[in-house]
């Protein structure tokens, strides 16, 4: 019988234990600027994506702007309950790693390996990539849990990101990569996730 594979010691690959995942600005006024692809696929990827860090255990930094200063609504109810309602850093910068609090939660965790999610693709999430890699951090940037003004702008600021040295990946490649062996303990992780993206994309077919 097959072994299961363990983690190789620095694992070059992502894994539940190098790396750590910032959920950036998911709220109402957010969702509703956003026009690279449509807001109801999204929210499976992102939904799942939550699920995901959940489920693996993942450090989780969640940042909002503006609820203190404005009054913008929160991280919206669907994704703050997949990550078991983890506190909202909130704050003023476009920049969530000009915000203290933002950049001290990515840095107590002592993981360099930083998984990045957020709305929009060219504000939120391509300036704290883009200062992130500067500082040292392997970025990854879940493509397909993002969004942008413009399906212009959202390729854009991918392109950018990249020529920096950030890495694409999507939610499912990410889910692949962090179990990595169906027989090492608790794939059921893996199963219940992939249920939820494949059934809600399902959903989303036949509703139209």
């Known amino acids: 019988m097959d072994q299961p594979t363990t983690p190789r010691a620095n694992d070059w690959l992502l894994t539940p234990d190098n790396a750590v995942i910032t959920f950036i ?5 957010q969702y509703a600027g956003m026009h690279s692809m449509p807001v109801d696929e999204l929210l499976v990827n992102v939904i799942a994506l939550g699920q995901l860090a959940t489920a693996y255990g993942l450090p989780v930094v969640l ?30 910068t476009l920049n969530s790693w000009e915000d203290t609090d933002f950049r001290a939660a990515i840095e107590k965790t002592g993981r360099k390996k930083l998984i990045v999610a957020g709305l929009w693709t ?14 040292g951090y392997e970025v990854y940037v ?67």
């Not at 020529?163 to 992780?189: F, K, Y």
């Not at 996730?193 to 494949?198: A, I």
């Open 122 to 135: 060219e504000v939120c999430v391509a300036f704290p990539v883009l200062d992130a890699l500067q500082a």
């Open 142 to 208: 879940v493509e397909d849990a993002i969004g942008g003004v413009s399906k212009t702008a959202h390729d854009a600021a991918m392109r950018r990101m990249e020529l920096a040295g950030a890495r694409p990946i999507t939610v499912i490649g990410l889910a692949g990569e962090l179990q990595r062996d169906w027989s090492r303990p608790g794939a059921d992780r893996l199963r219940a996730v992939l249920g939820s993206y494949f059934g809600g994309h399902r959903a989303l077919q036949k509703a139209r």
């Open 63 to 92: 940042s909002t702007v503006g609820m203190k200063m404005r009054g913008m609504e929160g991280t919206n109810k669907e994704l703050r309950a997949a990550l078991n309602q983890a506190p909202e850093i909130d704050r003023n």
């Open 25 to 29: 600005d998911y709220q109402p006024d």
